[in-house]
């Protein structure tokens, strides 16, 4: 029964996920690659948080990293970098988001069928 429970929080867990900066590992990356390999999404969301945080490293030097969260999360707007790579960067953490929310949809068909 254990097991199941688990399963569940895992699945309440990504389904309340959002993308954003940090400075600490959130430890989240294990629920993501669990409910990928489970629902088979298809699309690698790793990889989304890759692409993000290489392009974060190409603009800004300082301690804070995109990564899956469950609370609260520094905005880009706080960041001190230029005004056209941050409206870049927010394009990009844009379209990452709207991804990972069609994988939490996905997500929820399959679990009502």
């Not at 097991?3 to 990504?14: A, C, H, M, S, W």
């Not at 959002?18 to 629920?31: A, C, E, P, S």
């Not at 990928?36 to 603009?59: A, H, R, S």
């Not at 999360?73 to 991804?99: G, P």
Request: glycine share 4%.
């Amino acid at each position: 029964m254990k097991f199941k429970e688990y399963i569940k929080k895992d699945i309440n867990d990504f389904r309340e996920m959002k993308i954003g900066l940090v400075n600490k590992n959130q430890n989240t990356k294990k629920i993501v690659r669990k409910i990928q390999e489970d629902f088979d999404l298809g699309t690698d969301l790793l990889k989304l948080i890759d692409d993000l945080n290489e392009n974060l490293g190409n603009t800004y030097g300082g301690k804070f990293k995109f990564d899956y969260v469950l609370q609260d999360f520094k905005k880009i707007d706080k960041l001190k970098i230029n005004i056209k790579r941050k409206e870049k960067l927010k394009e990009q953490w844009f379209k990452s988001s709207s991804e990972l929310a069609k994988k939490q949809t996905e997500v929820e068909r399959k679990l009502r069928s």
